[in-house]
T-cell receptor
Framework: DAGITQSPRHKVTETGTPVTLRCHQTENHRYMYWYRQDPGHGLRLIHYSYGVKDTDKGEVSDGYSVSRSKTEDFLLTLESATSSQTSVYFC?????????????FGPGTRLTVL | GENVEQHPSTLSVQEGDSAVIKCTYSDSASNYFPWYKQELGKRPQLIIDIRSNVGEKKDQRIAVTLNKTAKHFSLHITETQPEDSAVYFCAALRVTTASKLTFGTGTRLQVTL
């Protein structure tokens, strides 16, 4: 599992509340990614990080922010959750060895916004 | 940006038959093409990948082919087994520092007995 954990694994929240999802890795990888997975859309990149305090937007970044204050933790925050953000969220890390090296995914977080 | 289209969205085959999933990409600069398998309720896992300097790659019962001119690549699974039932995603990447993957929308493969 490449030492990736996500927390929480499941969360139900109400519209308008803030939500933070955590991705934790134990192998000191530089690159980390947040994706959301929805039926009919596959996996879409939300934000990614290429180092501590270095982050950039993906294709579906509106409504999301991220932070990375330590190598091992990459946090995804929904400032004010909406029903359209109900999804399964996967964190990924890029393995060592170069830009085309395999991305390993965490176990996922199922988020429901009521 | 890159756009990846994947077909079919669902595929049902009998055990022992072959399955083929096709993807096209839009960015001619993309040069790395991984395939991921996702079983129900689990995380996506890499099963095979191909780089643009190679036309075909095989690993036991699975193979991937790449046609750079036409900008399409395909996954071939031979002698399918029930454990091959899953959702398969193709992806494309232009190798840069950030290396952001763009995924297809997935193919649900069902292998029936």
């Amino acid at each position: 599992d490449a030492g990736i954990t996500q927390s929480p694994r499941h969360k139900v929240t109400e519209t308008g509340t803030p939500v933070t999802l955590r991705c934790h890795q134990t192998e000191n990888h530089r690159y980390m990614y947040w994706y959301r997975q929805d039926p009919g859309h596959g996996l879409r990149l939300i934000h990614y990080s290429y180092g501590v305090k270095d982050t950039d937007k993906g294709e579906v970044s509106d409504g999301y922010s991220v932070s990375r204050s330590k190598t091992e933790d990459f946090l995804l925050t929904l400032e004010s959750a909406t029903s359209s953000q109900t999804s399964v969220y996967f964190c990924a890390i890029r393995g060592s060895g170069g830009p085309s090296n395999e991305q390993f995914f965490g176990p996922g977080t199922r988020l429901t916004v009521l | 940006g890159e756009n990846v289209e994947q077909h079919p969205s669902t595929l049902s085959v009998q055990e022992g038959d072959s399955a083929v999933i096709k993807c096209t990409y839009s960015d001619s600069a993309s040069n790395y093409f991984p395939w991921y398998k996702q079983e129900l309720g689990k995380r996506p896992q890499l099963i095979i990948d191909i780089r643009s300097n190679v036309g075909e790659k095989k690993d036991q019962r699975i193979a991937v082919t790449l046609n750079k001119t036409a900008k399409h690549f395909s996954l071939h699974i031979t002698e399918t087994q029930p454990e091959d039932s899953a959702v398969y995603f193709c992806a494309a990447l232009r190798v840069t520092t950030a290396s952001k993957l763009t995924f297809g929308t997935g193919t649900r493969l069902q292998v029936t007995l």
